[in-house]
């Protein structure tokens, strides 16, 4: 059930929980990771709003970002960074996106690493910098460095002060974890994200950060999330809007004394990819459960396409349909809507082969409607919270799961007020 709006200001807006949230699970310690919180008061709020997590020397570092042809300073020296492949630390600012600032958003990030990178005796490469919030507005120089100042000398904080921390229009904490058993060694994976609007990347999403203590090398960590990410993180959308500053970024600080995994020949390193696509499935869902005024969490499930690829992109073109999102939002089983998103899709279709359904029951099979439907399940199912919608192309293959969520007036009332 819904509850009320929040009161303890560690939201920056006050916002109704989502019904669809989940509560906040337990995540295990990773060794080499230390989290810490502070308050720069980048905006007028009352709740801390700066993240900063001390990594062992020797952690392993790769990322996924935003294809936004217009990246904050942050993506861009990000993507520069990871190509190193070590880390040292992340600080990550809440409130402000340092986006669209030129010179004025660099020199704050450079500021920010240099001032890390000194108490830290490490390279400035080696601080990562995330920012989220307000487009077009300058990271204030000046609170960054107190804000850094203040959260070196405060005491480590849980994974959960620290998901409340990253957020900006979230109305829930999210976090996930998993574990693999590796060369004889159990492994220990622990992660947060942020994010509820501007939700449909096309190579990672909002600001994600997964923690392993596992011992891998930086190329085949990389590979491993740039391939976990193309089937989970690529395949959410919200509201079609790809942001400025999409991230995600996997440390591995080695400290569970596993031999290095560098390929798939190694011991392990299948349980470790499916650990670490699975906790990168658990936190994209996460997001869409806490879309901007979600009301229901819905999985677009493609067969019968030309190929993988092809099912996801018709996949996405439903779930980013405004008349499809609305309809599922008015339990309206309005399968002609779907047929109308796939049609849209640019992707190969047979409208004689086509067959829709809602919740495992078919509206239409081969192209028209069954002589027998009956639409009364159907509207049954969309009365729920959780919701699914089956297409099956009949021409292939390929197959796609996309997750997304329904719209509702509370999307509107969330942006239309948003800088204020």
């Known amino acids: 059930m819904s509850q009320g709006p929040h009161k303890d200001m560690r ?74 492949g070590n880390a040292r630390a992340l600080v990550v600012n809440a409130g402000n996106a340092n986006a669209f600032t030129g010179h004025r958003g660099r020199e704050a990030v450079k500021q920010i690493m240099a001032q890390v990178s000194t108490h830290l005796g490490c390279e400035p490469a080696e601080v990562f910098v995330s920012s ?37 229009t979230d109305t829930f904490a999210k976090g996930a974890a998993a574990s693999a058993m590796v060369g004889g060694k159990r492994v220990k ?27 891998i090398a930086p190329e085949f960590l990389q590979h ?28 591995a600080t080695g400290k569970a004394g596993n031999a290095p995994l560098t390929s798939f020949d190694d011991a392990g390193a299948d349980a470790f990819a499916a650990a670490l696509q699975d906790i990168c499935r658990q936190l994209a869902r996460l997001v869409v459960r806490d879309g901007e005024g979600a009301q229901k969490f819905i999985e677009v499930r493609i067969t019968g396409a030309m190929s993988d690829e092809s099912a996801r992109k018709i996949g996405l073109s439903i779930a980013n349909s405004p008349l499809v999102k609305t309809a599922i939002a008015g339990e309206d089983a309005n399968w002609g809507r779907v047929v109308m998103a796939v049609g849209k899709a640019g992707e190969p279709a047979d409208r004689d082969k086509l067959s829709i ?59 239309a007020d948003y800088r204020s």
């Open 11 to 84: 939201y920056p807006m006050d916002l109704t929980r989502s019904p669809l949230a989940l509560p906040f699970p337990d995540m295990p310690e990773i060794g080499g990771v230390t989290l810490r919180i502070a308050r720069a008061r980048y905006k007028d709020w009352d709740r801390a709003d700066l993240t900063y997590v001390e990594l062992a020397e020797g952690t392993s570092v790769a990322g996924v970002f935003t294809r936004s042809a217009c990246p904050s300073t942050e993506v861009e020296m990000g993507r520069e960074q990871v190509t190193i």
């Open 132 to 168: 989220t919030g307000v487009i077009g507005v300058p990271l204030p120089k000046d609170k960054a460095r107190a804000g850094i100042a203040a959260v070196l000398e405060t005491q480590p904080c849980s994974w959960e002060d620290a998901a409340n921390t990253i957020a900006t």
């Open 189 to 215: 994976l622990a992660a947060i994200i942020k994010g509820s609007g501007m939700i449909a990347p096309d190579m990672a999403t909002m600001l994600g950060y997964i923690f392993t203590d596992a011992a």
């Open 224 to 251: 491993l999330l740039s391939s976990s990410n193309s089937e989970t993180f690529s395949c959410i959308t919200v509201d079609s809007d790809t942001s400025t500053s999409d991230t995600v970024l996997a440390f």
């Open 357 to 415: 359904g809602f919740g495992g029951f078919w509206a239409a099979r081969d192209g028209q409607p069954l002589a027998d439907y009956d639409e009364a399940p159907l509207a049954a199912h969309l009365k729920g919270s959780e919701i699914s919608v089956e297409v099956d192309l009949g021409i292939g293959g390929g197959s796609a799961t996309v997750w997304t969520c329904d719209l509702t007036h509370g999307y509107i009332d969330i942006n």
